[in-house]
């Protein structure tokens, strides 16, 4: 029998409030921060999710998706106020990855951060191929 930690449902949003979405975690979370050019420059905090962990609440309509490099990646922004709350990272094709930094403020996780060395992913990503990746 395996000890699954409870999870509970925490909320975000993009700025302006347009995209709203729920995020199923556990108290306890690994926050991975990449160094790779569009994390970097946009100050990404990933929290990998399962699908199943994650729902858009409100304005999927007001998203707009941009992808480049191997165009498996799908970032996807908020139309009105360009904020990237989440999107479908390559290395967990069938998952999410949320933008700690979009979560509200109230989300109560306790975190613990670890680098990845985003900027050289294929020499790197089976560091964490085991988690699927987590870039």
Known sequence: MTNTPEKSWRHGECHCGEVAFAVNLPD????????????????????????????IERGAESLTTYTFGSHEAKHMFCAKCGVKPF?????????????????????????????????????????????????
């Open 28 to 55: 306890h979370v690994v926050a991975l921060s990449c160094n790779c050019s569009i994390c970097a420059k946009t100050g990404f905090i990933h929290l990998i999710v399962e699908k199943p962990d994650f729902k």
């Open 87 to 135: 999107y479908v990272p390559r290395s967990h094709p069938d998952g999410w990855s949320v933008n700690l930094r979009a979560l509200d403020a109230d989300a109560n996780l306790q975190l613990r951060f670890e680098e990845f060395d985003g900027a050289n992913w294929e020499k790197n990503i089976d560091q964490i191929a085991g988690d699927k990746g987590q870039a």
